[in-house]
């Protein structure tokens, strides 16, 4: 069992910033990937960015390519996004997933963390 936390989300102006923090743990942890995705109202969940375990390799999708950054803290299987210059677009709830050695997708969600950026 993997219990996945994600905290930090808020209201912003535009223009501002945030940062997400998620902890994962569980005695069958053993990351491969830790990823946030995001959903927004009437919208399906899409992928925002990832890091890998092994190596910190990061991924981002195009639309927050610039202004977010993640990164990882090895010792608690914490990550973290930065989010800057946020746009309304960027409102959504943002959730954390992990994925584990062995499995071929994200298999261990948080709740999840609203995050509302106003114009």
């Known amino acids: 069992q993997v219990h996945v936390v994600e905290s930090g989300g808020g209201l912003v102006q535009a223009g501002g910033s945030l940062r997400l923090s998620c902890t994962a743990s569980g005695r069958t942890l053993s990351p491969v990937a830790m990823a946030w995705f995001r959903q927004a109202p009437g919208k399906e969940r899409e992928f925002v960015s990832s890091?890998?375990?092994?190596?910190?390799?990061?991924y981002y999708a195009d639309s927050v390519k610039g202004r977010f950054t993640i990164s990882r803290r090895i010792a608690d299987y914490t990550v973290f996004l930065q989010m800057n210059n946020l746009k309304p677009e960027d409102t959504a709830v943002y959730y954390c997933?992990?994925?584990?050695?062995?499995?071929?997708?994200?298999?261990?969600w948080g709740q999840g963390t609203q995050v509302t950026v106003s114009s």
């Open positions: 890091i890998r375990w092994s190596g910190g390799s990061t």
């Open positions: 997933a992990v994925q584990r050695v062995g499995a071929g997708a994200y298999t261990d």
